[in-house]
């Protein structure tokens, strides 16, 4: 089973369509986003180091569309990325 990750410095959260919680952080200008089912269990890592199509340059915050995209704001790239979220 994943374990839940420690947030150093969380900026941004927003929930999907299916309840999902998404939680951007940063530490040292590496951004990811965690993801987290509604009762709180830690599903995903989006943007480590291991996923180097998904990197994010310090993401701030984040929303949903009813679409199910996802937009991410990334500070130091100074843009907004968006992603469709699988369902």
């Given at each position: 089973?994943?374990?839940?990750q420690m947030c150093i410095r969380d900026r941004?959260?927003?929930?999907?369509?299916?309840?999902r919680v998404y939680v951007t952080e940063n530490?040292?200008?590496?951004?990811?986003?965690?993801?987290?089912?509604?009762?709180?269990?830690?599903?995903?890592?989006?943007?480590?180091?291991?996923?180097?199509?998904?990197?994010?340059?310090?993401?701030?915050?984040?929303?949903?569309?009813?679409?199910?995209?996802?937009?991410?704001?990334?500070?130091?790239?100074?843009?907004?990325?968006?992603?469709?979220?699988?369902?």
């Amino acid at each position: 089973r994943r374990q839940r990750q420690m947030c150093i410095r969380d900026r941004g959260i927003a929930i999907d369509n299916q309840g999902r919680v998404y939680v951007t952080e940063n530490y040292q200008k590496i951004g990811i986003i965690q993801v987290f089912a509604p009762d709180g269990e830690f599903l995903a890592l989006l943007g480590d180091k291991s996923l180097k199509k998904l990197r994010f340059s310090v993401p701030t915050d984040l929303c949903f569309d009813d679409q199910g995209r996802i937009y991410i704001c990334e500070m130091y790239d100074s843009r907004i990325s968006v992603y469709q979220i699988e369902e």
